[in-house]
């Protein structure tokens, strides 16, 4: 069985632009969950999609937007990007609102330069 | 609103020594409390989770951790490390309302000395 996958891998990008980052959950997870590791900040929670709708979102600005598809992948959008929004941007998925824990992706590792 | 500490940003054991990762959350009811663990480059793997029941939850790799809603700890333990437990580990809660996000800890790196 296939696990959560995200892409790209890696994304650079100019202070400025925008990025976009994938998530593919587990099959059978329609939960979605997206997390900011920042370089000694920790796991912050960005946003939480489930059937399709926003369920939950974390303390961002609305430049950081996203979307889940009807097959329950997930896109992350990062408008206007700023230096400090280099990090590790992490996509889990998971059951019953997180309560069974989630499965995590690898990541995208994001610098804005 | 719940929240959780981890007490130590780094710990260091020798191999064959006990692991203890301490972890506090802050919840009006208990909450679902996990750990997972981060190995370099990697996203976060689950290592194990309480939600009821017995409060002694045994994980992956040897570890295991005791809910003690007394003192609103969760704490993390191996008796013997391995070089390959070194790694960060986070400790999570995830409470019952609140729109259900979970929390992260600030995570505990574990260094193993040989």
């Known amino acids: 069985e296939a696990g959560v996958t995200q892409s790209p891998t890696h994304l650079i990008k100019t202070r400025g632009q925008q990025a976009t980052l994938r998530c593919s959950p587990i099959?059978?997870?329609?939960?979605v969950y997206w997390y900011q590791q920042a370089l000694g900040l920790g796991l912050q929670f960005l946003l939480w999609?489930?059937?399709?709708?926003?369920?939950n979102r974390g303390n961002f600005p609305p430049r950081f937007s996203g979307r889940q598809f009807p097959n329950y992948s997930s896109e992350l959008n990062v408008n206007a990007l700023e230096l400090e929004d280099s990090a590790l941007y992490l996509c889990?998925?998971?059951?019953?609102?997180?309560?069974?824990?989630?499965?995590f992706g690898s990541g995208t590792r994001l610098t804005v330069v | 609103a719940q929240s959780v500490t981890q007490l130590g940003s780094h710990v260091s054991v020798s191999e064959g020594a006990l692991v203890l990762l301490r972890c506090n959350y802050s919840?009006?009811?208990?909450?679902?409390l996990f750990w997972y663990v981060q190995y370099p480059n990697q996203g976060l793997q689950l290592l194990l989770k309480?939600?009821?029941?017995?409060?002694l939850v045994k994980g992956i790799n040897g570890f295991e951790a005791e809910f003690k809603k007394s003192e609103t700890s969760f704490h993390l333990t191996k008796p013997s490390a391995h070089m390959s437990d070194a790694a960060e580990y986070f400790c999570?809660?995830?409470?019952?309302?609140?729109?259900?996000?979970?929390?992260f800890g600030a995570g505990t790196r574990l260094f193993v000395k040989a």
């Open positions: 889990a998925s998971g059951l019953q609102g997180g309560s069974y824990g989630y499965t």
């Open positions: 099959s059978g997870h329609t939960s």
């Open positions: 999609y489930d059937e399709g709708e926003e369920r």
């Open positions: 919840s009006s009811v208990p909450p679902y």
């Open positions: 309480y939600t009821t029941g017995a409060t």
């Open positions: 999570a809660v995830r409470g019952h309302t609140g729109g259900f996000k979970t929390i």
